[in-house]
Nanobody, 127 residues
Framework: QVQLVESGGGLVQAGGSLRLSCAAS????????MGWFRQPPGKEREFVAA????????DYADSVKGRVTISRDNAKNTVYLQMNSLKPEDTEVYYC????????????????????WGQGTQVTVSS
């Protein structure tokens, strides 16, 4: 079982920055593919970014590419999402997800591929 706890959300003006953090339990964190997703009200969770266990491979949704950076610190069992040049349309609940090793190192954009989820953190961008 993997437990995930997000933090770092909040209210920011358009053009501002936020860094989300996700602390994970588990002794094999460095083997997990980690992802960030966000969920618009009444819609399915959408992919934002993913990172391999070593941190050497990343993937980004087109909507955030160039504005967002995913990274991880395996010594701290933590994955981060640095978001810059934020826009009002980035206002959503952001979720951290872990594959628990099931993806065997392959990044994936499908939310159903990640069995472990955090509780979410709200990001609100004012115009």
């Amino acid at each position: 079982q993997v437990q995930l706890v997000e933090s770092g959300g909040g209210l920011v003006q358009a053009g501002g920055s936020l860094r989300l953090s996700c602390a994970a339990s588990g002794r094999t964190f460095s083997s997990y593919v980690m992802g960030w997703f966000r969920q618009p009200p009444g819609k399915e969770r959408e992919f934002v970014a993913a990172i391999s266990g070593s941190g050497g491979t990343t993937d980004y949704a087109d909507s955030v590419k160039g504005r967002v950076t995913i990274s991880r610190d395996n010594a701290k069992n933590t994955v981060y999402l640095q978001m810059n040049s934020l826009k009002p349309e980035d206002t959503e609940v952001y979720y951290c997800a872990a594959d628990g090793g099931l993806l065997r190192g392959t990044l994936n954009r499908k939310s159903w591929r990640y069995p472990f989820w955090g509780q979410g953190t709200q990001v609100t961008v004012s115009s």
